[in-house]
């Protein structure tokens, strides 16, 4: 196979829209995960996520980028890392998450959520 890892990055970029059921895309569903699993500081939050996530490459400043678009909606912004009332109700599926706006891969994503990512069906589906 010529692009032997293709498939993997494909599909990992369409991880990262906001999903149809929760508004997370996947890097920020497991920030959430970290942080509630015991991370509490960015340091420990870069550690886990490249150690569980290594195929999105992401960098320390694009996770530090990542983490500034969470809070303080779902991380609480002062130390120690915690999750707000509301990450903690979009973690357990109680709530939804409207992304704030900003471009994804050619795509504007914002609070319309005009695409989304559905789990169940592995795919990128346009919002009227």
Request: hydrophobic share 40%.
């Amino acid at each position: 196979m010529a692009l032997p890892y293709l498939k993997q990055a494909l599909t990992l970029h369409l991880k990262r829209f906001p999903a149809c059921s929760d508004g997370l895309g996947e890097p920020e569903r497991a920030l959430l995960q970290f942080v509630q699993a015991g991370a509490t500081t960015i340091e420990e939050l870069m550690q886990a996520f490249w150690k569980h996530d290594p195929g999105y490459g992401y960098g320390d400043s694009q996770l530090k980028q990542l983490l500034d678009y969470l809070q303080p909606d779902l991380i609480q912004s002062t130390a120690p890392l915690k999750l707000s009332f509301f990450g903690d109700r979009v973690l357990h599926g109680l709530a939804s998450f409207k992304p704030k706006a900003h471009w994804l891969g050619g795509v504007e994503v914002n609070k319309k959520l005009r695409f989304c990512f559905n789990n169940d069906t592995n795919s990128i589906h346009q919002i009227a």
